[in-house]
């Protein structure tokens, strides 16, 4: 695997604008895990399968919650203990993974941005490569 070291002056400059152009902050993510009960700060960091996961439990959290408003209005008592049941579980769970998340975070956005960096320099070997294989014209050296 190829390394930043081994990139010439000009492939360096090139990347490090690419990488500041494509990098996640840990500080945005920090502020958009404040929405962290929807998810927002991983789909930020592109990890939309856990993103969605988190939305979803939020959803049935809600919807939970619509439901105890409504069993303790119409005064049914199966009503509101299924709907307590699907407000507490998932709430709890969302709640104790936003927590996990703020530990998480320095981590997330390290390996995202390490990904992004391996992928700019594969895209500059790929690119050198390609043009090490152009033929030179006559006349030129």
Request: glycine share 6%; hydrophobic share 50%; net charge neutral.
């Amino acid at each position: 695997m190829m390394d930043k070291r081994d990139l010439t002056l000009n492939e360096l400059m090139v990347f490090q604008s690419e990488v500041r152009a494509h990098e996640k902050s840990a500080a945005i993510a920090y502020l958009m895990l404040v929405g962290g009960h929807l998810g927002v700060h991983r789909f930020y960091l592109k990890r939309t399968g856990t993103a969605i996961a988190q939305l979803i439990l939020f959803l049935v959290t809600t919807g939970g919650y619509a439901l105890t408003v409504l069993g303790s209005a119409v005064e049914s008592e199966a009503l509101t203990l299924f709907s307590l049941l699907l407000l507490v579980v998932p709430g709890l769970v969302l709640f104790i993974w936003i927590i996990v998340d703020l530990f998480l975070m320095p981590r997330m956005v390290r390996e995202y941005n390490e990904k992004v960096e391996q992928h700019i320099i594969a895209q500059i070997i790929q690119h050198r490569q390609h043009m090490h294989m152009q033929p030179q014209s006559p006349g030129t050296l």
